[in-house]
């Protein structure tokens, strides 16, 4: 696809520097709260830049902040690889077995470290604070920078991230809920073991594991309005050891994803009811835990027209989409709770050059070009948020 692309001259100029970066980081992937070595590159790339840095903010992440009076934008990108065994034969492939950036954080951070260079040089009408965020992926990173004060003093939040379900060159900004709600859901099915051949003098927790499994299909089938969005998945299930004992106990894992925060408070209740139910039905007593997780990701609908404004002097007008909303999650959403932001997505597909696998996969990378759009937005992104 052929964009309007508007780069200033100092991203033009940095874009050797983002696509190194990304390379960097890319060949030495770091695991949520062990990205040290990540956080100490940016560091020593920002160094001489006159911003101030905090490093070790919510264990290993970093904050670099411009001076100023007046209003203060906070831009947040995220540091962590995650445990998959990359399967690429790029020069920059990953370098640590079984360890790889395969959410595109390594371009993140390269982003992140640009912009922050370039914005330390504008003379803005606030202060800009860039966060680096650590162990974003289901670790708590974001609780544990808020905890660290990193919201303190923040008038509007906003973040990017590299989006392999929209082509280079393209961002997307959409108000309003963007991202789900994630919460873990655990169920432990308890029977009672004995003889595979004597199933008379047993409570089965395998068979009532099964019809919990399928009735619980019908919580999104059946409860739900067919209207609003919700999943529930059940990713694990574990029981016995051998071909002819029935086990004393099942043990299934999930996850519930929603949009709508009423919604969510009403699934524990689903879940247990109906499990419970159907399990006692069997001679079997369940136990329904649900672990919440992140909130959904509701951007501010005044902070996505300002993230709008900014994105149509990158791509042009033609180049701003609006993105479905997806119902993975983000930890984007524990600022919004507190703060008024905006979460966009940078288009990073290519599909050409095969740079168009989903995001998780052993597969993943994304097109470079999505680097100088990124940096080039937050870069506007801030100029406009503190324009107004
Ligand atoms: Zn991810
Ligand atoms: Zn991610």
Same mark, same amino acid.
């Given at each position: 696809m052929r964009v309007m692309l508007d780069l200033s001259p100092e991203v033009r100029a940095a874009l050797p520097d983002l696509v190194a970066l990304r390379r960097e980081f890319h060949q030495r992937p770091e695991l949520a709260y062990a990205e040290t070595r990540t956080a100490a590159r940016v560091a020593a790339f920002l160094e001489g830049s006159g911003l101030s840095v905090r490093t070790g903010v919510g264990g290993t992440g970093l904050v670099a902040e411009t001076g100023g009076a007046g209003r203060r934008v906070m831009l947040r990108v995220d540091l962590d690889g995650l445990p998959i065994q990359e399967q690429s034969d790029a020069p920059y492939a990953s370098r640590v077995p079984g360890v790889m950036h395969a959410c595109g954080h390594d371009g993140h951070a390269a982003i992140g470290a640009v912009a922050a260079r370039i914005l330390a040089r504008r003379s803005l009408r606030g202060s800009v604070r860039l966060l680096f965020q650590p162990a974003e992926e289901g670790e708590g990173g974001a609780q544990a920078v808020v905890r660290d !004060? @990193?919201? =303190? !003093? @923040? =008038?509007l939040v906003m973040g990017i991230h590299l989006w392999n379900e929209l082509p280079v060159g393209t961002l997307g900004v959409k108000p309003g809920p963007l991202m789900a709600a994630v919460d873990r859901l655990k169920i432990v099915v308890h029977g009672r073991g004995g003889h595979g051949g004597q199933p008379q003098r047993s409570a089965d927790p395998v068979v009532a594991a099964a019809h919990v499994v399928t009735a619980l299909q019908s919580v999104v089938a059946r409860e739900v309005s067919p209207l609003q969005s919700a999943v529930v998945t059940l990713g694990s299930i574990h029981g016995g050891q051998a071909f002819n004992v029935i086990p004393d106990e099942v043990t299934i894992t999930g996850t519930i994803r929603t949009f709508d925060e009423a919604l969510r408070r009403s699934m524990p209740e689903r879940l247990r009811r109906i499990a419970s139910g159907v399990g006692g039905a069997l001679q079997c007593r369940v136990e329904v835990e649900v672990k919440p997780g992140n909130p959904a990701v509701v951007n501010d609908p005044a902070v996505a027209e300002i993230a709008r404004r900014a994105a149509a002097r990158v791509v042009g007008e033609a180049g701003v989409v609006c993105p479905e909303p997806t119902m993975g999650g983000e930890d984007m959403a524990v600022y919004f709770e507190r703060v008024p932001g905006c979460f966009v997505f940078v288009g990073s597909a290519d599909a050409g050059k095969g740079l168009d696998q989903p995001h998780h996969s052993p597969r993943f990378d994304f097109s470079e070009d999505a680097l100088g759009i990124g940096c080039e937005f937050l870069v506007r992104a801030a100029e406009e948020a503190l324009a107004g």
């Open positions: !004060g @990193v919201l =303190d !003093g @923040v =008038d």
